[in-house]
């Protein structure tokens, strides 16, 4: 499919891009089809609908990664319900999961989303001030820093695509010599998942290239 042929363009192995299924606003029943097709990574925007999804479908042993902008006063089932949260973009939130991580959970495996479209958008932490983030962040006891998360405004200018997204790869490369153990570059989705797998995404969020269109906007 896409993945496989867009890393075959970029030279690199399709194996390492991971295809997580964004099934935000699809019932249940949708994600059941899905995982019965082979699919094992799911990712969910809202609390209360993705909670819902990975209790219901509790017994097929899922994925489940939280990808949506999170509410410190609505942390608590994500940080026990999920197994990843990309969207990590002040220490708060991350010191608040951490915290209510249950013990007898392995560590949160987290992303940090960055802001790598500058002005055009105010989701994920400035790139100037990720370092201190994640030297942060990789201290909490119940966290596993696995990498950077971008969601950049969409365009269809494919050189500036790129060019946010090699801004990402970037960003975790100096985190890398800095010491950083990281293995994950979430980025690219449905519209742009081309040039994201290019500039060395491992993980790509795809929702309706999957499923189709959303027949509801976000809540
Ligand atoms: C909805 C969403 C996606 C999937 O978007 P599509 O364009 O439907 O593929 C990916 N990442 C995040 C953070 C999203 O909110």
């Known amino acids: 499919m896409r993945i496989e042929a867009a890393a ?31 699919q094992q990574a799911f990712g969910e925007n809202y609390v209360q609908e993705g909670v819902a999804k990975v209790e219901a479908l509790a017994a097929l042993q899922l994925e489940w990664h939280f990808i949506g902008p999170l509410q410190s006063n609505k942390s608590r089932p994500v940080a026990n319900a999920f197994q990843w949260v990309h969207s990590i973009d002040r220490l708060k939130i991350a010191e608040r999961l951490s915290s209510q991580r249950d013990i007898h959970l392995p560590a949160l495996n987290v992303c940090i989303q960055v802001n ?63 010491g950083f153990a990281l293995d994950t570059l979430s980025m690219g989705m449905s519209d742009d ?14 929702g309706t290239a999957i499923f189709g269109s959303r027949s509801y906007p976000a809540p």
Do not use: C, N
């Not at 891009?17 to 089809?33: C, D, F, H, N, Q």
């Not at 998942?193 to 795809?206: C, H, N």
């Open 116 to 178: 790598v479209s500058g002005e055009a958008s105010k989701s994920g932490v400035a790139p100037a001030e990720l370092p201190a983030l994640a030297r942060a962040v990789a201290a909490l006891p119940r966290l596993r820093l696995r990498g950077l998360m971008a969601i950049p405004e969409p365009t269809d200018d494919v050189a500036l695509q790129r060019e946010r997204f090699a801004t990402l790869r970037r960003l975790k490369e100096s985190l890398e010599a800095e």
């Open 193 to 206: 998942l081309e040039a994201a797998i290019a500039e060395g995404a491992t993980l790509v969020r795809v």
């Open 8 to 38: 075959r363009a970029a030279g690199r192995d399709p194996s390492q891009v991971r295809l997580l299924a964004v099934s935000k606003t699809w019932p249940a029943e949708s994600v059941e089809a899905a995982a019965q097709a082979g």
